[in-house]
Every structure is written in structure tokens, then in C-alpha cells.
T-cell receptor
């Protein structure tokens, strides 16, 4: 089974802090994604990566950056956390482009106070 | 118009009945569609995917795709209380084939 592991299940941070969310997958997948999920808005894509050191902006990249130094690891960085970034963050991976289904991690519920 | 739209519900169905979940999409060169189930507090899990027009069956689940009318549906036969969850429809479109676009999800409740 594909395993996508997010480092923290719950995280509480203060406004202005730099926040790192880590994600590791164990199936040698090419693609990795970061989504946030908010009530009534569904899943929204923040960033994705289709290769090591490659990244593409999703629909809501503002206030976020990413890093993919190794194929199995994809990090989401909140440069200066704000209260409107309080959300559930979901990491996902897939073996190929587009038509491949996503495999999700368990999610990180981030609260910014 | 959002690219993928779902009625957010809640949709309430009696146990044993057929639950019908619908999804419409804007025409951007649709390629394929996925249905995910998400229990409260959990991450989404894949139920089915469909690429071609018509029906695709897997156990109690049937996915239907109609590209001419731009809708996708998921039927759940013999609904069980354990089917109570939020169902997410997602599509891949030719213009941006690297990413899935999700609808906002439909909350389904199966009443015993």
C-alpha cells in the first residue's frame, strides 16, 4: 500500500512564525501535491511538484512556498503565518500525470493564533 | 462558474436505498474523473475513477460519465450507515493535465 506520511497531525503556531509542514511518500511517486481544505470550499491546490527541485503554483500559492530536494519528500512552508492560513493541510502523491489517482496523507490541522 | 460543481447537501437517504451523487463540470477538454470518500476528520480515499462515457460498476458503486451533458454521478446501491461521509468529485482537464480539480463535496447521511 502507498503510504503518505505527514509529520504532524495537529499544529498550533503564532502569527508571524515560519511554519514547515513535511510530507514523505514511500512509493517512488513522481508527483506530489499540497492542498488545503476549508468548510464549503473543498480542496484547493496550493503547489505541486512533478520532479525533484521542480515546482508549480496551484490555485492559491500566495503566502506559501515549497521545497522538494528529494523525490520522497515535499515540504510546505508558510513564510509568515497568518490567521487566515488556519486550515487542514493535505499532502498527496501520484505516480504519473493527470489520470493517476492521488494518495493522500492523514492531514495536518494547523491553527494560527 | 467553478470548474467542478457539486451540491454540498446534506443528502439524506434511508438505509438500503440508492444514494445518487451528482457532479457537473465546465467543458475544458475533460479527460477523466474520480470519486473520493472522506469520513469526518480523515483524509480522502479513492472509490472509483472513470475515463469513458457510460457506466462503470464496482461492487455497490456505479460511476456514470456523460461528456455531452458534462456531468458525472456516483450511485451507491443498498446504502449502509457506514457510507455516511462526504463524497468528493474531481476531474482532470486537458488544458491543465497535471492536476486534479475538486468539487466542494457532498455530505451524505444514511439513516438506519
Amino acid at each position: 500500500d502507498v503510504k503518505v506520511t505527514q509529520s504532524s497531525r495537529y499544529l498550533v503556531k503564532r502569527t508571524g512564525e515560519k511554519v514547515f509542514l513535511e510530507c514523505v511518500q514511500d512509493m517512488d511517486h513522481e508527483n506530489m501535491f499540497w492542498y488545503r481544505q476549508d468548510p464549503g470550499l473543498g480542496l484547493r491546490l496550493i503547489y505541486f511538484s512533478y520532479d525533484v527541485k521542480m515546482k508549480e503554483k496551484g490555485d492559491i500559492p500566495e503566502g506559501y512556498s515549497v521545497s522538494r530536494e528529494k523525490k520522497e519528500r515535499f515540504s510546505l512552508i508558510l513564510e509568515s503565518a497568518s490567521t487566515n492560513q488556519t486550515s487542514m493541510y493535505l499532502c498527496a502523491s501520484s505516480p504519473g500525470l493527470g489520470n493517476s489517482p492521488l494518495h493522500f496523507g492523514n492531514g495536518t490541522r494547523l491553527t494560527v493564533t | 462558474q467553478k470548474e467542478v460543481e457539486q451540491n454540498s447537501g446534506p443528502l439524506s437517504v434511508p438505509e438500503g436505498a440508492i444514494a445518487s451523487l451528482n457532479c457537473t463540470y465546465s467543458d475544458r477538454g475533460s479527460q477523466s474523473f474520480f470519486w473520493y470518500r472522506q469520513y469526518s476528520g480523515k483524509s480522502p480515499e479513492l472509490i472509483m475513477f472513470i475515463y469513458s462515457n457510460g457506466d462503470k460498476e464496482d461492487g455497490r458503486f456505479t460511476a456514470q460519465l456523460n461528456k455531452a451533458s458534462q456531468y458525472v454521478s456516483l450511485l451507491i446501491r443498498d446504502s449502509q450507515p457506514s457510507d455516511s461521509a462526504t463524497y468528493l468529485c474531481a476531474g482532470v482537464f486537458r488544458v491543465d493535465a497535471q492536476k486534479l480539480v475538486f468539487g466542494q463535496g457532498t455530505r451524505l447521511t444514511i439513516n438506519p
